[in-house]
């Protein structure tokens, strides 16, 4: 079964700071996605930032950006000029079409804090 | 156009009850899946459905099952509720078609405490 391993409990940076969350994986499949999503006090899952496997350019959203590994099996999402509208849970998330369960696979999550 | 909407928002149970859990995709969606959100931890996949068949079901008891209508909403039902059943219930849209990798767009959610 696929893992996904988040192993920043909470993150803490500085407003207008750059900040990355780390991510590794673990999957015997070669064409997968990853996925990053930001949940905030809310609740609500909003999707960040998506990468294909095959393609080995790395996916960039504005200030968000990923560092894909694939060979590690790594998958870090860098923020830039960080916002107070970033605090929030990110989690990071795997799927892979055909496994038959057909659903994300996500990480515990990383608390984001942002200091003013 | 409205996002993925979930009804309702709170609910409070005994246990040993049974639960409905509503969802209604963003339009032109075909597929909702459901995730439970335990606090503390990441969501984990439960269901989903897809044309109004299952296409997939994550590792959880056959007290859990769901069904999607022919407007392709949907709900999830949980019988014979457990204290442990108290979580997080995510459902989330898309439109269904693999190969754009599953982009799901979720709701807001519905917290089920059981008592």
């Known amino acids: 079964a696929q893992t996904v391993t988040q192993s920043q409990p909470e993150m803490s940076v500085q407003e207008a700071e750059t900040v990355t969350l780390s991510c590794t994986y673990d999957?015997?499949?070669?064409?997968?996605?990853l996925f990053w999503y930001k949940q905030p006090p809310s609740r609500q899952m909003i999707l960040v930032i998506r990468?294909?496997?095959?393609?080995?350019q790395n996916a960039t959203e504005n200030r968000f950006s990923v560092n894909f590994q694939k060979a590690a099996k790594s998958f870090s999402l860098k923020i830039s000029d960080s916002q107070l509208g970033d605090a929030a849970m990110y989690f990071c998330?795997?799927?892979?079409?055909?496994?038959?369960?057909?659903?994300?696979?996500f990480g515990k999550g990383t608390h984001l804090i942002i200091q003013p | 156009d409205a996002g993925v909407t979930q009804s309702p928002t709170h609910l409070i149970k005994t246990r040993g009850q049974q639960v409905t859990l509503r969802c209604s995709p963003i339009s032109g969606h075909k597929s909702v899946s459901w995730y439970q959100q335990v606090l503390g931890q990441g969501p984990q996949f439960i269901f989903q459905y897809y044309e109004k068949e299952e296409r997939g079901r994550g590792n959880f008891p056959d007290r859990f099952s769901a069904r999607q209508f022919p407007n392709y909403s949907s709900e999830l039902n949980v019988n014979a509720l457990l204290l442990g059943d108290s979580a997080l219930y995510l459902c989330?849209?898309?439109?269904?078609?693999?190969?754009?990798?599953?982009?799901?767009?979720f709701g807001s959610g519905t917290q089920l405490s059981v008592l």
């Open positions: 989330a849209s898309s439109l269904g078609n693999r190969v754009e990798g599953e982009k799901l767009f």
């Open positions: 990468q294909e496997a095959y393609k080995q």
């Open positions: 999957t015997s499949e070669s064409d997968y996605y």
């Open positions: 998330a795997y799927y892979y079409s055909g496994g038959g369960a057909d659903g994300l696979t």
